[in-house]
């Protein structure tokens, strides 16, 4: 008994398969499907030449007739939410890199304004399958508070991508403090979750700032003073010296 059949594409002249059936030994005829569908060498024609087909230039038939699914062209959106901080919204348009399970893509996104969300769309030649990751590059110094992060990899549902929130900023960053992590880039990893302050980045001043990672290695302290204070994170506010800013903690 006949359990499946393989069929695999000599050439790029492609063929639509409408029926086939198998004949073994002295059995009835058995039909094979699904159908009806292309077999096509690679380089494959443009999707729309196959008329809403499937196509490949190999694939394998099992008993019983049925009709093919409908063709989807591979494709990949992400959907971001702006926060509502009042400086969140930004003109930049940062680059992701997002990595699935048959692969990865990189191209620009845009952003929404303030609360709102907006869909960039891309059209793939490859279905990445479940998305696992995405890498962010800031493209200015023109802060992003990014609020939510989603992806959909051609007809998988919506997936949320965490931990946010988050600030997309270039360097130099802003003296003034954020209320969320913040860098020039950053990765997500499929799953959603809230981003917390990394506790590597030490002490908090009164004004918001961190500890600089140096010399008192990111705590305060009284350094000959009456009061603890030490330098900040990044240049953030606090009393400007030749040696860098300082806060009090």
């Known amino acids: 008994m006949i359990t499946s059949v393989t069929l695999k594409a000599s050439s790029s002249d492609g063929w639509l398969l409408d029926a086939l059936s198998v004949v ?7 039909e094979f499907g699904c159908l009806h569908r292309w077999l096509d060498g690679k380089k494959y024609d443009s999707a729309a030449s196959y008329k809403g087909l499937l196509f490949a230039d190999h694939f394998t ?13 591979p494709s990949l959106k992400i959907r971001v939410t702006t926060g509502t901080h009042k400086y969140a919204e930004s003109g930049q348009a940062p680059t992701v890199t997002v ?18 969300a907006k869909t960039t769309t891309f059209a793939l030649t490859k279905d990445l399958g479940a998305i ?9 110094s ?6 939510k992060f989603e992806v959909k990899s051609s007809a998988l549902p919506w997936e949320v991508m965490g931990c946010t929130p988050l600030w997309l900023d270039g360097k130099p960053y802003d003296h003034d403090p954020y209320d969320a992590e913040y860098g020039d880039k950053f990765t997500l990893h499929a799953g959603a979750c809230v981003a917390k ?7 908090k001043t009164k004004s918001g700032c961190f500890c600089k990672m140096s010399g008192t290695s990111g705590k305060c ?6 009061y603890k204070w030490c330098r900040t994170r990044d240049s953030c506010k606090g009393t400007a010296s030749s040696n860098g800013n300082w806060d009090k903690c």
């Open 197 to 203: 302050f990394p506790a590597s980045w030490g002490a």
């Open 99 to 116: 990595v699935g399970a048959n692969g990865k893509h990189t191209g620009k996104i845009h952003l929404a304004g303030k609360g709102k």
């Open 24 to 30: 073994s030994g002295d059995r009835a005829p058995v």
């Open 221 to 226: 302290g009284l350094n000959g003073a009456k």
């Open 132 to 140: 696992t990751s995405v890498a962010v590059q800031a493209s200015s």
């Open 142 to 147: 023109d802060g992003w508070k990014l609020a």
């Open 61 to 73: 038939l099992k008993p019983g007739v049925s009709v093919c699914p409908k063709y989807v062209a």
